[in-house]
């Protein structure tokens, strides 16, 4: 328990971190199917190749502003190198198995929907003011 106080043990944590979120490649791109292919989608290629680089890139590009941000506040030299490395090795990973959990996904089963839907048509009622796209998307946008 005291190893996570040790800076000597910090770099193998990272990387560990970094190799255990890369593996769950396969489940992100299997989900990832499922649901496209719930909603109509038949290209599973499609689904493995955003799995495979969206999370990782906003996940980078959230990771860059921070050391930015930490650079123009502290002076703190950041490795650019090890970064772009560490970035490569979570690609080298992630991406086949985003692959391989997107195709699986798609060749299993149907997905259906557990409820049924009713064939007659119902009115949505209208909506009080405070219930309006234009309040609520910049108020909990805000939050």
């Known amino acids: 328990m005291l190893f996570f106080v040790f800076e000597n043990f910090r770099p193998f944590y990272y990387y560990a971190g970094m190799i255990v979120l890369a593996m769950m490649g396969y489940f992100n791109g299997f989900v990832t199917a499922r649901t496209l292919k719930y909603f109509g989608t038949t290209d599973w290629v499609f689904s493995a190749a955003t799995s495979s680089l969206v999370f990782p890139t906003w996940l980078y590009a959230t990771v860059a502003i921070a050391d930015i941000v930490e650079w123009i506040d502290d002076g703190y030299v950041v490795r ?20 391989l959990g997107a195709y699986k996904g798609y060749v299993s089963g149907n997905v259906r929907s557990s409820r049924a839907i009713g064939k007659i048509k119902k009115t949505i009622p209208e909506q009080p ?15």
């Open 80 to 99: 650019v190198g090890a970064g772009i490395g560490f970035g490569f090795l979570w690609l080298a990973i992630n991406t086949p198995l985003c692959f």
């Open 129 to 143: 003011w405070y219930m309006n796209q234009a309040i609520v998307v910049p108020l909990f946008g805000a939050l």
